[in-house]
């Protein structure tokens, strides 16, 4: 079982040094974009104040407009570009979320993954009678199953009155949440 969970987490970290080095590209893109904006503000500054009128800044000064222009022109592509690249990134983390969510889920008993699958639909927290009632399991078999996940540090367990409340752990209620989205 250990050489298995080892192939399975090795395959899951080359995954992981790909979208590392994509997200690499995609900043030192996103970091020319606002660089090139800059530059342009910077220009349409000493245009406007009409400082050095003469070499380089001349040509500029007198094409005042056109840097105005080309500077709300850049602004909106580099919006755009932004969108664009921030999309991509939220999409490969929800790909990794639900990668991490499928290794976990499958060392989980069935029973166990009821519940997990369950509290990630209710916002990661139900009460442990709601979940014995929705879930079909006896009170009984609802606490060793909530007592067996809490020991694995699935979730936390808090007094509700007479009963428990049942708090899946945020980084897996995102990872289950990518999961399900995807089925």
Not at 33 to 59: E, H, K, N, P, R
Not at 63 to 74: F, Q, T, Y
Not at 160 to 168: C, E, F, P
């Amino acid at each position: 079982m250990l050489k298995c969970l080892h192939k399975i987490y090795s395959v899951k970290l080359k995954g992981f040094t790909s979208v590392k080095s994509s997200l690499t590209s995609r900043v030192a893109i996103a970091l020319g974009l606002l660089s090139l904006l800059l530059l342009l503000v910077v220009l349409a500054i000493l245009t406007y104040t009409g400082v050095g009128t003469d070499g380089f800044f001349g040509f500029f000064v007198k094409n005042h407009l056109a840097v105005m222009i080309l500077l709300v022109l850049v602004s909106i592509g580099t919006g755009g570009a932004m969108v664009v690249l921030l999309t991509q990134e939220t999409a490969q983390q929800q790909k990794a979320a639900s990668g991490t969510a499928d290794l976990l889920l499958t060392f989980l008993a069935a029973d166990e993954r009821v519940v997990v699958e369950h509290l990630a639909r209710n916002n990661g927290n139900a009460l442990q009678s709601q979940l014995a009632a929705n879930t079909g399991f006896s009170a009984v078999k609802m606490h060793r199953l909530l007592s067996r996940l809490q020991a694995k540090r699935f979730l936390t367990l808090e007094r509700y009155g007479k009963t428990n409340r049942a708090l899946l752990a945020p980084e897996l209620l995102a990872s289950v949440r990518a999961h399900s989205t995807k089925d």
